[in-house]
């Protein structure tokens, strides 16, 4: 125990509790000792002593018949040798017995009040240990509150000082996030060839000088910032983006475009944030994609379909009706070959029930002109009557392909698009050579409903 080594308080509580408990072990132990030390004494007992008579003691003073005798009657002995030292050493082992009890008596009246005070002591002990420790305690936590308001105080002047040689700094943190604010209004748009052909060069320029400003907080290094973080990302995204239809919009005379889109993807990607990671990994499988069609090495052709394909899986793992990574895969594994599977991710598309704005434009109706189309070239493969039922479930995905550009008013791109696979080479020429009065009333009919 603490308390037991601690010199510099001789008299506390405590120590003299420990002086007088070791006391009474000392007596305790002088008491043991005498009582088991005793029986040695008792070989060195009287053997001369001859008394004639001796009296009887009360409790069993009675005559050979079994009648009691008076108190004071003395019963005569024998005085032979042997039984005179016989009566000599009872004599004396009742009266060491006598001695023994007393002294066990003693012994255990000892032990009981060392016991006692040994516990009282030992209660002591802990209360005082406690008190030790819970002042012990709070010595350290006024040390540590002085350290902390010594630590505010001095940040504080710090901070006073450097306002006071750079008064700038005391705003700019609010200055760039009104800045991030700013460039996710602007930038976090749905960039498309549309939208971006419909900008002025004045526009692209403030786009590009737009970046300039982002590329200038990442010193801040603002992504890893919680509140910023997922501005940060949706700002990448965008970029990604605009740089991605930029590159699509004049392909040979933007390829740098191309890279760069690909660069603010990846990091937005790489967000922890579920839905911006999915929709830029949706990005990416598009421009790897892109970059695929037009690539003539065909070693790196390869290699981009395999990224764009990983890309996409990504996002269908997150989300299993995400439209574009449903369209782009089923591009993508048409020209790998894998014809089925190409054909039933586009019903898996058609079949989806929930759209988010403008989704449903942009992917429905180019969904059932897709599987129009692979359903007629599978057709082609066939023959009897597993050729009628391609051929007819592909005229009936054009009707409806139709229907829905008529519906959202984009009958030149329809008719565009129609015309296009209508050439030689092109998907649907055998299907309008088998069929001409069906696609001369496709070709003719009026685009307004009703």
Known sequence: MKWILDIRKPFSLPTLGLGV??????????????????????????????????????????????????????????????????????????????????????????????????????????????????????????????????????????????????????????????????????????????????????????????EMTFSGLSFFEYHKVPAYRRTVAEINRGFGRFYAVRYTSDPPNNVAALERAVLYLVRAFQDTQVDVCSTASKDLGVLYALQS????????????????????????????????????????????????????????????????ENERKRYLRKAFFNRSCYTALEGETKDGDDQIRAFSSSLSDLLEAKRLAVEEGSWDDWLSGLNRELKTGGDLKILSEKFPAEFHTLQKLSPKPG
């Open 293 to 356: 069609h037009f690539e003539q090495h065909q070693p790196l052709k390869r290699l981009l379909r395999k990224q764009a394909e990983e890309q996409f899986r990504f996002t269908l793992s997150r989300d299993n009706f995400e439209p574009g990574s449903l369209f782009g895969l089923s591009w993508l594994v048409w020209r790998d070959g894998r014809r089925s599977e190409a054909i039933s991710l586009l019903s898996t598309l058609i079949t989806k029930n929930e759209w988010r």
């Open 21 to 210: 408990f070791l006391g009474l072990c000392l007596w305790t132990l002088f008491v043991g000792l005498s009582v088991w030390l005793q029986p040695a004494m008792a070989q060195q007992l009287p053997s001369a002593a001859k008394p004639a008579e001796v009296k009887q003691p009360p409790s069993v003073r009675k005559t050979d018949t079994g009648k009691q005798l008076p108190v004071d009657v003395t019963i005569p002995r024998s005085t032979g040798d042997d039984s005179e030292v016989k009566y000599e050493r009872l004599k004396a082992l009742i009266e060491y017995s006598e001695k023994r009890w007393d002294n066990l008596e003693r012994l255990l009246a000892a032990l009981v009040t060392v016991g006692t005070i040994f516990g009282f002591a030992l209660g002591l002990s802990a209360y005082s240990n406690l008190k030790d420790t819970q002042e012990y305690a709070r010595r350290i936590q006024a040390d540590a509150d002085k350290a902390v308001t010594k630590i505010r105080k001095d940040a504080e002047e710090t901070l006073a000082e450097i306002r006071a040689e750079f008064p700038a700094i005391g705003r700019m943190n609010r200055a760039v996030e009104q800045i991030l604010i700013e460039l996710q209004r602007r930038v976090l748009r749905e960039w498309d060839e549309n939208s971006y052909a419909k900008l002025t060069e004045a526009e692209k320029q403030e786009a590009m000088l737009l």
